[in-house]
């Protein structure tokens, strides 16, 4: 059975940074142990952004820079970022087409049966994310494990997972 650990946007900005929270912090040990205990591959995501974020789309609807490429903030938490044994996939935005995509070729090699996502934001990327696998692998089992991700608020969490329930993605 192949299986595959997707691992969100865990960064500096998003923990404690300039888009932190206190849940945040607070699912670090979490993911950490899902990752160490975790059978199968595992993929890791990283907003990534540039100087000119605040001229995007994007900047002018959140303007809090974050996630610049090459600063502390863009960078996976160290702790978890031990943990990679590959490239982490850089996303311009919330979806990644490339990690879709990346999953659709791997799927045609060697069927995935399971896909669970973990990290940040609940409401905003690990949604995103979650839908967009759902869309390139229908048949596969997606999952999203809720005690190791954190939204921006805790309602707007809450929201998010109920969201993906309806999607036909299993909640943990």
Known sequence: MRKILIVVDMQNDFID???GS????????????KIESFDGEVIFTRDTHFDNYMDTQEGKNLPVPHCIK?????????????LRKSEAIDKLTFGSSTLFEALEDENTKEKIDEIT??????????ISNAIGI????????ITVDSACC???????HQRALDTM???QIEIL
């Open 17 to 19: 940074g300039a888009l």
């Open 22 to 33: 206190p849940e945040a912090v607070a699912i670090v040990e979490n993911v950490k142990r």
């Open 70 to 82: 090459g600063t502390h903030g863009w960078e996976i938490r160290a702790e978890l970022d031990a």
């Open 117 to 126: 996502l973990i990290g940040l934001c609940t409401d905003i990327c690990v």
């Open 134 to 141: 759902k869309a390139f692998l229908p048949e596969a089992k």
């Open 150 to 156: 954190a939204g921006v608020t805790p309602e707007s």
């Open 165 to 167: 329930r309806v999607c």
